[in-house]
T-cell receptor, first 113, second 113 residues
Framework: GDSVTQMEGPVTLSEEAFLTINCTYT??????LFWYVQYPGEGLQLLLK?????DKGSNKGFEATYRKETTSFHLEKGSVQVSDSAVYFC????????????FGAGTRLFVKA | DAEITQSPRHKITETGRQVTLACHQTWNHNNMFWYRQDLGHGLRLIHY???????NKGEVSDGYSVSRSNTEDLPLTLESAASSQTSVYFC????????????FGPGTRLLVL
């Protein structure tokens, strides 16, 4: 079945550092890919998404490119801020799974001032 | 603004008791989902519904039930609470078919003693 694997955390960075959180997926169809973010005490919210190969999703300085050849959707940000401290979830949804969303285990990011 | 509300936000109960967690949405979305979030497991799907009178089991449905009598509400019932059901529970909605963005409620933290 479909699955999502993302790098284990926690990831600890200093403010203004470069961020990469790796995400790879397994899917039988042609999934849409998502990054969700969860701030402390809140539910998840969409950060960005891409619906087909080579699409780049972007939002709030974060970017991720849908790479079909490597089945990856890595999250990047050029300069993180303390306010980016949160848990980040990679996810996929495709027709083979009835369009249910499959989430990775989440990666916790701590950004130090 | 449209929103998803969950109640209660925190609940302590005893083993064997029946517990119902409420989820109410004003997005007018057809699709509603219940997840549980546990450390190291990410989000796991419990039950979901694609419309009124429709309910489906997710990957961890044992010991849980749902009913959908209107568009706005999808209550989650723990028939006989067990300590293994201590978790944070999230309700989510999506607008329709296809790989849709999910919108999450703030969560209910449940402790079963």
């Amino acid at each position: 079945g479909d699955s999502v694997t993302q790098m284990e955390g926690p990831v600890t960075l200093s403010e203004e550092a470069f961020l990469t959180i790796n995400c790879t997926y397994t899917a039988t169809g042609y999934p849409s890919l998502f990054w969700y973010v969860q701030y402390p005490g809140e539910g998840l919210q969409l950060l960005l998404k891409a619906t087909k190969a080579d699409d780049k999703g972007s939002n709030k300085g974060f970017e991720a490119t849908y790479r079909k050849e490597t089945t990856s959707f890595h999250l990047e940000k050029g300069s993180v801020q303390v306010s980016d401290s949160a848990v980040y979830f990679c996810a996929l949804s495709d027709s083979a799974g009835g369009f249910k969303t499959i989430f990775g285990a989440g990666t916790r990011l701590f950004v130090k001032a | 603004d449209a929103e998803i509300t969950q109640s209660p936000r925190h609940k302590i109960t005893e083993t064997g008791r029946q517990v119902t967690l409420a989820c109410h949405q004003t997005w007018n979305h057809n699709n509603m989902f219940w997840y549980r979030q546990d450390l190291g497991h990410g989000l796991r799907l419990i039950h979901y519904s694609y419309g009124v009178q429709d309910t489906n089991k997710g990957e961890v449905s044992d010991g849980y039930s749902v009913s959908r009598s209107n568009t706005e509400d999808l209550p989650l019932t723990l028939e006989s609470a067990a300590s293994s059901q201590t978790s944070v529970y999230f309700c989510a909605t999506a607008s329709g078919q296809g790989a849709q963005t999910q919108y999450f409620g703030p969560g209910t933290r449940l402790l079963v003693l």
